[in-house]
């Protein structure tokens, strides 16, 4: 893929864009922009798992809403006046914040939730897990059924976690006024950044002797195993850095939506994370980046234009690529390149043949 | 850490002793004793079903034998779990190639050559130079140095199996059991596995299942002939072929 040198530095235009964006498109399509940079955060991490790891999980929503409701804990406590509860809680007659609200109020607090609670929770599910050697479709089932039961925990417990509507109604970020352009440009900036870290780290641990082991263990478990290797460790590392991608994703997604809740978290949605990643091609890096970009767009366009008609179009594009492009855009502008490298190689063979 | 220092002279490096291994009544192994050398050749055959898999599986612990023992480096192992065999120092190759695919040949051998098995210390890219060095002589020994990287998946049949060998090779493992590796390939491939195969011997004992006779001819080395489970007959290539009573079970039946 990077054969080409037109192409090897196409990354820096692509870049140098996204930099700019904030001065090229108005701020609604900025807007969108921010949040489907986040979603392509989580995208890279189902890269890590499903892509390198070989291993499906439908339960990133799960993730995507640790993050997104840990930070929107913190923000719905930072709008308040001094002395009030969230909105939400005084409706439903709570009288004090429940205790495990209170240590949200601190900002720190609320960033290292973000980091550490998928971290913590996806590490010790994966490694009671595949430690029992479940894996396949059982592990998928397990995951869709976590997904299916953290979103119902969140819509029943109206009075504590806002229910169906979620939180929303945010007005400050770590003392900045949220909703004027110049906090909307920082916040694109700093989701773009974390992005590019993100990528970038991905690519540093795919080429080192970690991910040449996952892959390892993808291509054949068994084989690792007799080759005196302890396969869990690789694939639980795995997992509990897609979870706290996904995690990231959804606090920053919650920043620049300015509301998270239970339909970002179920069983749905969990799918939809993983339709981005297959139309991109879930062995490419930058092919989740641009099918999360992708499908998004395209689901705010058909949206506006017809709302019903999404899931329809959705189910229908995963079939297209599951049967046609099984590594998704990504693969198939790889067989292109080597396609024609292939022409190119055969041209220049028939032309030396001629010359002699 | 080497295995190798651990091996000490004059002490067998394998002995199975009168193990039995019952699957629901059917004694696929029946009393069968086998002792190997540090550094020994090893050719075990017999007809199909004689228990010669089998036999592999007991001594990789993916079997448990109802009686008998298995000793290596005049240690226990009866029983153990197969990762734990495995880090003792016996390799195995199974029938069917199981090279990684997506990984190339040379990162399948650095898989296999890695000494360092703890997982914290695999992020990194950097590897031990002496696996580095390990990794090339073994692209020699197997003949893949031109398809370093090429990708497994894209090797062809033979390639694949002398991968696989140097696999089992990059362990360093004392003791390589090798499951038919012949299988599915040509007279030339087959002489050059032979070949292969010799090339380890002293460094590592060999124990090579197969029931091609021309295979076995050209490897030389002690035959063992395993017949229902039971010992049958062990002699020179040129003995066994001569004996009647192998003739009869094993030869006989190939001729028919």
């Known amino acids: 893929m990077t054969d080409h040198p037109l192409l090897r530095h196409a990354w820096i235009a692509v870049l140098a864009l996204a930099v700019l964006a904030p001065s090229l498109v108005s701020s609604y399509d900025l807007n969108l922009l921010g949040r489907f940079l986040a979603m392509a955060i989580l995208a890279i991490g189902i890269v890590l798992i499903w892509g390198e790891g070989g291993i499906l999980t439908l339960g990133q929503g799960v993730f995507f809403g640790l993050g997104g409701y840990s930070i929107a804990m913190y923000l719905k406590l930072a709008s308040l006046e001094p002395g009030y509860l969230p909105d939400f809680m005084e409706w439903s007659g709570v009288m004090s914040l429940p205790w495990w609200w209170v240590p949200f109020q601190y900002p720190l607090f609320a960033v290292l939730a973000v980091v550490l609670v998928p971290a913590l929770f996806a590490g010790l599910f994966a490694w009671l897990v595949f430690r029992r050697r479940i894996a396949g479709v059982y592990f998928a089932l397990i995951t869709q059924a976590v997904a299916l039961t953290f979103a119902t925990l969140l819509t029943s417990q109206q009075s504590t976690t806002g229910g169906y509507n979620g939180l929303t109604g945010f007005t400050t970020l770590f003392g900045m006024e949220l909703g004027t352009d110049a906090a909307n440009r920082t916040l694109y900036w700093v989701t773009l950044g974390l992005l590019v870290a993100v990528f970038a780290g991905s690519k540093w641990l795919i080429g080192s002797r970690f991910g040449t082991l996952l892959r390892a263990t993808r291509d054949g478990e068994n084989r690792v195993r007799f080759l005196g290797y302890d396969t869990t460790p690789y694939k639980v590392v795995a997992f509990a850095l897609s979870a706290v991608f996904a995690s990231i994703g959804g606090a920053f997604f919650t920043l620049h939506a300015g509301v998270v809740s239970p339909a970002f978290v179920g069983v749905v949605p969990s799918i939809e994370m993983i339709v981005w990643v297959a139309v991109g091609g879930r062995k490419s890096l930058w092919g989740a980046v641009a099918g999360a970009l992708i499908v998004n767009f395209a689901k705010d366009i058909v949206s506006s234009a017809m709302p019903e008609a999404w899931l329809y179009v959705l189910g229908l594009v995963f079939i297209l690529v599951v049967t046609f492009l099984p590594n998704g855009i990504a693969g198939l502008a790889e067989d292109l390149m080597k396609r024609r490298r292939e022409r190119a190689a055969a041209t220049g063979t028939a032309l030396l043949e001629e010359a002699q | ?256």
């Open chain 2, 1 to 256: 850490m080497t295995f190798h220092s651990e091996i000490k002279p004059g002490t067998p490096l394998l002995q199975v002793t009168d193990i039995t291994v019952d699957f629901d009544g059917f004694k696929a192994i029946d009393g069968f004793s086998l002792t190997l050398r540090p550094g020994e050749l090893r050719i075990l055959i017999g007809p199909n079903g004689a228990g010669k898999s089998t036999f592999c599986d007991t001594v990789i612990g993916r079997v448990q034998p109802a009686s008998g023992s298995v000793r290596f480096m005049g240690q226990e192992i009866t029983g153990r779990p197969e990762h734990e065999i495995v880090r003792r120092g016996i390799c195995r190759k199974f029938q069917t190639p199981g090279v990684l695919p997506s990984l190339s040949v040379r990162d399948n051998l650095a898989v296999a050559a890695a000494r360092d098995r703890r997982w914290w210390t695999t992020f990194s890219h950097r590897r031990a130079a002496e696996e580095t060095r390990r990794v090339g002589e073994i692209l020699e020994t197997v003949g893949l140095s031109d398809r370093a990287e090429t990708l497994a998946a894209d090797l062809a049949h033979g390639e694949k199996q002398w991968l696989e060998i140097g696999m089992v090779v990059a362990t360093d493992a004392p003791l390589i059991l090798l499951d038919e590796p012949t299988a599915g390939m040509g007279p030339n491939e087959t002489s050059k596995t032979a070949r292969l195969i010799k090339s380890l011997l002293g460094r590592h004992a060999v124990l090579v299942i197969d029931h091609d006779m021309a295979f076995v001819e050209e490897l030389g080395g002690t035959v063992t002939v395993l017949h229902q489970g039971r010992f049958l007959k062990q002699g020179t290539v040129d003995e066994i072929r001569a004996d009647p009573e192998v003739a009869a079970v094993y030869l006989g039946r190939a001729k028919e």
